[in-house]
T-cell receptor, first 117, second 110 residues
Framework: GAGVSQSPRYKVAKRGQDVALRCDPI?????LFWYQQALGQGPEFLTY????????KSGLPSDRFFAERPEGSVSTLKIQRTQQEDSAVYLC???????????????FGQGTRLTVV | GQQLNQSPQSMFIQEGEDVSMNCTSS?????WLWYKQDPGEGPVLLIA?????ELTSNGRLTAQFGITRKDSFLNISASIPSDVGIYFC??????????FGTGTRLQVFP
């Protein structure tokens, strides 16, 4: 497709359950970002990939959060042993390779709304 | 996590009025971006600014990159009902990580 695609759109998890959220970036986009958006807040950075390399994971809130992008395209954000405070919208964004392009705007997917009950 | 100061927090205006919102940071950015987010959707890029002092327009939207590189503003002229939504500023440094503002919620009444 033409845009960033995320699935599922909605996920309800019982506390303690593991979840996996998927992101399909725009074709040809080298950079991929995950953000967490709590209700009423702006998105907050979680992690960043350039191709398959995870260059920055400083925003991951705990070791229960893990992200991968094994082939440099699709990415998965995994949350283990979910807690209520993990409830948020998880946004994925992609952009062109900044080392090769001057202006590299990030384009966002629709997000996955995670509710932990 | 770090978020930029964005004001006002919310605005209630009449259709046809002009709108102005701004964003300030304690640190310098080399890129400023403005996004609009509708309910249940991801942020959509409105305007990107790459140079201090730059003034850029996109239709009824005008944004400026502050000279100090620590602030930016967005103006919307002649507002219409579809302008309703939440507007976020975002600053970017060389690491590519976006730091978002706290958002301005815009409501337009006919």
């Amino acid at each position: 497709g033409a845009g960033v695609s995320q699935s599922p759109r909605y996920k309800v998890a019982k506390r303690g359950q593991d979840v996996a959220l998927r992101c399909d970036p725009i074709s040809g986009h080298v950079s991929l970002f995950w953000y967490q958006q709590a209700l009423g807040q702006g998105p907050e950075f979680l992690t960043y990939f350039q191709n398959e390399a995870q260059l920055d994971k400083s925003g991951l809130p705990s070791d229960r959060f893990f992200a991968e992008r094994p082939e440099g395209s699709v990415s998965t954000l995994k949350i283990q042993r979910t807690q209520q405070e993990d409830s948020a919208v998880y946004l994925c964004a992609s952009s062109l390779d900044k080392s090769k392009h001057m202006n590299t705007e990030a384009f966002f997917g629709q997000g996955t709304r995670l509710t932990v009950v | 996590g770090q978020q930029l100061n964005q004001s006002p927090q919310s605005m209630f205006i009449q259709e046809g009025e002009d709108v102005s919102m701004n964003c300030t940071s304690s640190s310098i950015f080399n890129t400023w971006l403005w996004y609009k987010q509708d309910p249940g959707e991801g942020p959509v890029l409105l305007i990107a600014l790459y140079k201090a002092g730059e003034l850029t327009s996109n239709g009824r939207l005008t944004a400026q990159f502050g000279i100090t590189r620590k602030d930016s503003f967005l103006n919307i002229s002649a507002s219409i009902p579809s302008d309703v939504g939440i507007y976020f500023c975002a600053g970017q440094v060389y690491t590519d990580k976006l730091i978002f503002g706290t958002g301005t919620r815009l409501q337009v009444f006919p």
